[in-house]
């Protein structure tokens, strides 16, 4: 049989101790957990080696050449369709 109480998920009971909690907390040790978390965040972060460092460098400038020539191209095609409709012809 169904039960007339609304099942609670665990995902919810975790979600409402930590909004509970936050309301106890207060500004000094919100600040302090602040500070505890951006720590343990940046103990995860893994600095790239030399020459990965270089891989990843080539890389985005590769793209960003790419990326220039290929607007470049864009533009002096949007560039000319403009001219050719306003009657100008091609622009120099």
């Known amino acids: 049989m169904a039960s007339n109480e609304v099942e609670t998920t665990a995902d919810d009971v975790v979600a409402q101790a930590k909004v509970d909690r936050a309301k ?27 020459k990965e460092l270089f891989n990843y460098t080539g890389v985005v400038l590769v793209f960003v050449v790419v ?21 100008n012809g091609p622009t120099a």
Do not use: C, H, N
Request: proline letters at 4%.
């Open 67 to 87: 990326m220039m020539v290929l607007v470049s191209i864009l533009d002096f095609a949007f560039g000319t369709a403009v001219g050719y409709v306003f009657g």
């Open 24 to 50: 106890r907390r207060g500004p000094v040790a919100a600040v302090a957990l602040f500070i505890r978390q951006v720590i343990g965040e940046l103990r995860k972060v893994v600095t790239p080696t030399r």
